[in-house]
Nanobody
Framework: QVQLVESGGGSVQAGGSLRLSCAAS????????MGWFRQAPGKEREVVAT????????YYADSVKGRFTISQDNAKNTVYLQMNSLKPEDTAMYYC???????????WGQGSQVTVSS
């Protein structure tokens, strides 16, 4: 059974940093993409950053470029999101996601709350 287990998150003041981790397990085949999405109260879920597991090609939402960094440790099937210069508008539930090869369906972690106070 596929599992995405997140850790990290919490509360921080504006300008601070947090790091999220996500360990994937249970895949019988390969995973092509891993990423982070977020959802703030009253808003739709949006992509924050994704990474291609084979070539480490990354994508960032414009709102986080230059502040957030996604990285991976393939040996541990783990993806990280380093969040620097956090702003109150970054406050949201952050979800780890993984997409197996030859599918368009994302699997989801349980979510980690990130709260940034001004």
């Amino acid at each position: 059974q596929v599992q995405l287990v997140e850790s990290g998150g919490g509360s921080v003041q504006a300008g601070g940093s947090l790091r999220l981790s996500c360990a994937a397990s249970g895949y019988t085949g390969s995973v092509s993409f891993m990423g982070w999405f977020r959802q703030a109260p009253g808003k739709e879920r949006e992509v924050v950053a994704t990474i291609h597991t084979r070539d480490s090609d990354t994508y960032y939402a414009d709102s986080v470029k230059g502040r957030f960094t996604i990285s991976q440790d393939n040996a541990k099937n783990t993806v990280y999101l380093q969040m620097n210069s956090l702003k109150p508008e970054d406050t949201a539930m952050y979800y780890c996601a993984a997409r197996a090869t030859l599918t368009t369906i994302w699997d989801w972690g349980q979510g980690s709350q990130v709260t940034v106070s001004s």
